[in-house]
């Protein structure tokens, strides 16, 4: 299956925003095993792909800056124009977006989530 709209590039982990390094900004009962939570504070999604995984990404779909909404089914929805990036990648897996999303390093500690 083509996907329409998306560039092949994968990005490596990106610096998190100034301020957060460090914090937990997230509890893991917070993000649904296949779903996430966007933290819009920090324009960050939390991903759970799989139980016990956590992934998180720059909130700002790469077509046009607006925050992803909703993560369903190991998928972020972008309301805006309609984009989707895998949960446990970022990858784009429909356009309009031509990028994925920026992935961030984090690690668990206890039941908070942590940037690094």
């Known amino acids: 299956a083509a996907l329409t ?7 490596g982990p990106a610096v998190v925003p100034l ?8 509890r893991t009962a917070d993000v649904p095993v296949g779903g996430g939570k966007v933290i819009g ?3 960050i999604v939390i991903t759970q792909p799989q139980a016990g995984v956590f992934k998180a990404f720059n909130a ?3 077509h046009r800056g ?3 909404g909703r993560v369903a089914d190991g998928v972020i929805h972008c309301p805006c124009h309609g984009s989707e990036f895998a949960a446990d990648s ?3 897996l429909k356009g309009p977006a031509e990028a994925p999303l920026v992935e961030y390093t ?11």
């Open 41 to 43: 504070k920090w324009k």
């Open 5 to 11: 709209g998306c560039a092949a590039a994968e990005p």
């Open 60 to 62: 700002s779909c790469p």
């Open 106 to 116: 984090l690690k668990v500690d206890g039941d908070g989530i942590v940037m690094v």
């Open 90 to 92: 970022g990858k784009c």
């Open 66 to 68: 607006c925050s992803v």
């Open 19 to 26: 301020g957060i390094k460090g914090k937990v900004i997230a």
